[in-house]
């Protein structure tokens, strides 16, 4: 099946989610405009989105009669921390960012993407961590920094 243009999203659509057959992305690849996948159904997918269009998190990309087919990110290992003071979120933020690793933060919460090296490092400060799966939604962001 050949997309070119996204019909809406799932989040301002009534569509029954449960319903849904899901085209599956990691984050990086909702950057993309041309690109051919299977979803999780099995359908074949192929996508060469107009220039002014891009992927989102329940992106609708076909849509007829009872059948719905949207994009989601796969779910992908990950550690979530739960800083129990500011000193603890502090010397945690402090540390990914000298290692300019990418998180997510709540108010509660620092989530991110799975990397054994960063184990001992939440051992090291003394934070609650767990690993995890998730579906992330919202791209990381990948800041150049150069060290002179």
Not at 73 to 87: L, N, Q
Request: hydrophobic share 35%; glycine share 6%.
């Amino acid at each position: 099946m050949l997309i070119h243009k996204l019909i809406g999203n799932v989040k301002d659509s009534a569509v029954n989610e449960e319903t849904i057959e899901w085209l599956e992305l990691d984050w990086e690849e909702l950057n993309k405009r041309i690109l051919r996948k299977n979803t999780d159904k099995g359908r074949e997918i192929a996508l060469a989105l107009e220039d002014n269009q891009s992927l989102e998190v329940g992106s609708i990309l076909y849509q007829e009669g009872d059948v719905t087919i949207a994009v989601r990110t796969i779910k992908e290992p990950a550690f979530v921390a739960t800083p129990k003071s500011m000193r603890e979120m502090g010397k945690m933020a402090f540390e990914l960012g000298n290692r300019h690793t990418p998180c997510l933060i709540t108010d509660e919460t620092i989530t991110v993407r799975f990397d054994a090296t960063l184990e001992p490092l939440f051992k090291e400060v003394g934070i609650a961590y767990e690993k995890t799966e998730t579906r992330f939604e919202t791209p990381f962001k990948y800041k150049g920094h150069h060290h002179h």
